[in-house]
DNA sequence: TATGAATGAGTGTTCATTCAT
DNA sequence: GATGAATGAACACTCATTCAT
């Protein structure tokens, strides 16, 4: 959420009119995908003329490059945020795949979104925008995996690969996510959530 | 791979140029993502005439549908047979693993496809065309759920949700695969198979 | 130069903001012609509001044709005053010649406008609008025609179809200036000048 | 006229369907102007589909930049194979005049188009595209001056600056042109033409 | 049967013009 | 009055699909 303080009614206005293309767009891409949304769409969805999106953004690919970034970044700051407000290192790892589900409860539209960029990377658009993107992502991907080293360090979880357990921890939590979507049957989220912690902290084999 | 025994010769024909049409589909597809490919890409690339594509596929997104299908199918077939083919509960679930990896390293295009598939699963294509395909999908989620679950009830692995592990076994595989192609250091892929199983296997709890 | 005298500030305020635009339309006009040019940029070239313009012409043509009856009169104006100044009439005869290089030498980002005006005649503008506009050239035809028959009649010059004549006068010297223009040579024009007075007034026969 | 010989049906009706564009192209050009004439009017005056114009012409530009490079190929090639078929340094002289009148009476639309771009210069186009169609307005404006250059030598025609005097032969005839065309008065061309070629030769000095 | 030229609906983008402030 | 943000009609261009050959 962008600063607001401190700025003329003007630019607060201009702000606003962001913030509303920007959630017609996460609604538009997340429902329909890029390709089928058009730019009229988005206009429609948010009461606005068709011309006025091109006062914010200069092209379609614009729009949804600033919409990653935008979420990307709440993201990972929701994740950080949370990861560093706990202190013992088994529960930073915990709140790594915590916050991550609840994240994403919360903005399960977005959620499509950041599915498809992360898994197809560069199909939806050239490569130049993705760079400052990919650079996002690295970043945070190199936070998961100094949490889980440090976790190993501390002694909290058996020392293995921190890298490819910072992409397996990506992974596994993205199928379920996405199922627990598409049923919206609604059970609580913690349901997945230990499911997936107990599963990632004792393994399958039998004592 | 299609029967060709007992077609007449102009069945064999068609069949042939369906593969031809198929393939060069699935490497563009897989290259360039299924927007920025035109039919006329795919003829050329299959050495046909653009219209030749419509005397085989109604439409762009049937070709598509066509496409997933037949490999989908190839990759469930694939792994269940290797899964069938070993006899202990915990090598096939350790197989699960393995011929998921093994597939994919020797149809890396399809994996861009296959992956968008699984992910956005509809904004790509329309409703209605997704319900064969799902239930593909669908069924090998189960049969994977039972292979786990027969080994739970075999005592080879602890108990857990198995629908819900069969949804996690997917999801890890996922991201590590992908980076793996993206970097192409190409140390094998044992490296990351042992990797998953040992991670799945015994977690991350020190003993 | 309109006249300011005998009006209220408010008037002369209005006339001023009208003259600011207009050299603002001329400039970007003659710089990147008509369509190129945006009413946001001249209205950025002129430091006005983009809004502002429209208080002072209804459209973008009415701005055009009112930048195109400003210059032609002042053109016109010029070429008259000049031509009056002189005597005899063989002198009147080059004055016209030379006042119109002059009075360009000075305008040359106009120049570029006028002669599309007078070489395409309406493509750029609807009909209607170019009435008036089309009067003040004829009258300007005609007063070069009379001036140049006048010389006919002083025994000047040689007898020839003065309405003609007129319009060859209008188009000898074109490109010649336009080149001139273009190569930024600067020599001084005084050798076009010489060259074109020679040229009609001599012809190219040999004694 | 392109030739058509020696070239596969196909050819020919590829041929066919440029010269159909071309020619609906320069007529609306040659009526409207570039910037008012759209793809979808040259499409319908052709009697094909919008997108037709694409198999044939990259972008709007290109069908422009294409019509006028065969037009004015036309021009340049129908004048000097004139001038050539004369003999005397004098009758090319006046053939170079003859010739230009005779060619935009019967191409009467294409001089519309013809002196736009060639008074304008670039402000329809990108500077790139220009340059090709500058080199051949160029060569035929050296053509032009060595001719005249011949018959100064052959002692035809007076000593002057045969550039200047070529760029001055350009000039004269333009408006005439445009009068005669804008009135449609039909007297034949001849009047024109002796007039001017009176005009150049003879000048206006009384005996 | 196979072709690839023709099509035209659909979309991103621009910009003259309006109007609330 | 002056502004400049908002508008939406207009247009170039693409590409899935058709169909005459």
């Known amino acids: 959420m962008p600063e607001t303080a401190g700025l003329s009614r003007k630019e607060r206005d201009q702000q606003r009119r962001r913030e509303d293309l920007l959630a017609a767009a996460e609604h538009l891409f997340g429902l329909k995908g890029y390709h089928h949304t058009t730019m009229e769409d988005i206009a429609h969805e948010a009461q606005y003329g068709t011309g006025t999106i091109y006062l914010y953004f200069k092209k379609k690919e614009e729009l949804y490059e600033a919409l990653l970034e ?3 970044g709440d993201y990972v700051e929701f994740v950080q945020g949370r990861v560093e407000s706990v202190a013992s290192p088994i529960d930073k790892v915990r709140t790594l795949l915590r916050a991550k589900l609840e994240f994403f409860e919360k903005h399960m539209e977005f959620f499509r979104i950041y599915l ?7 199909s939806t658009l050239h490569r130049s925008c993705n760079e400052r993107r990919e650079r996002m992502y690295y970043a945070h991907q190199e936070f998961v995996a100094r ?4 976790a190993m360090q501390a002694g909290a979880i058996r020392e293995v690969d921190p890298t490819r357990l910072a992409t397996a921890f990506e992974g596994v939590v ?4 996405s199922e627990w979507i598409k049923q919206r049957s609604r059970e609580s989220l913690c349901v997945i959530e230990s499911f ?3 599963l990632l902290l004792k393994g399958l084999e039998k004592k």
């Open 116 to 122: 498809a960029e992360m898994t197809t990377a560069d």
């Open 147 to 150: 949490t889980l080293s440090d």
């Open 70 to 72: 935008r979420k990307i």
């Open 174 to 177: 993205n199928p379920l996510l």
């Open 196 to 198: 997936v912690i107990d």
